[in-house]
Structures are given as C-alpha cells and as structure tokens.
C-alpha cells in the first residue's frame, strides 16, 4: 500500500514492473499467475 502512494507521489522507478487483475484490479505479486481475490487468471503484466 506504501509503495503505491509513493509512486502516486513520485512516479514510478524506471524499470518497475505492475501486474494487476483484469477483472477486479487487484494488485499482484511478480509471477502472480491468478488472483487471490476474484480466483481469476487474467493476469495483466505492466511495464512502468
């Protein structure tokens, strides 16, 4: 949750990498391959 105001405040580091849930955004973690929370695999990987 920290690490997402930062970025909010600062922007991203370059190189960062997000990946989310296409169905209820979720944030996930690196590698995730479903979401923990709606049980979906539609993982989207985002290159900041």
């Known amino acids: 949750m920290i690490r997402a105001i930062k970025h909010l405040i600062d922007g991203p580091d370059p190189g960062d990498v997000l990946f989310e849930c296409r169905d209820c955004g979720t944030s ?21």
């Open 28 to 48: 996930l973690g690196t590698g995730s391959e479903t979401c923990p929370e709606c049980g979906s695999d539609g993982v989207v990987r985002y290159e900041l």
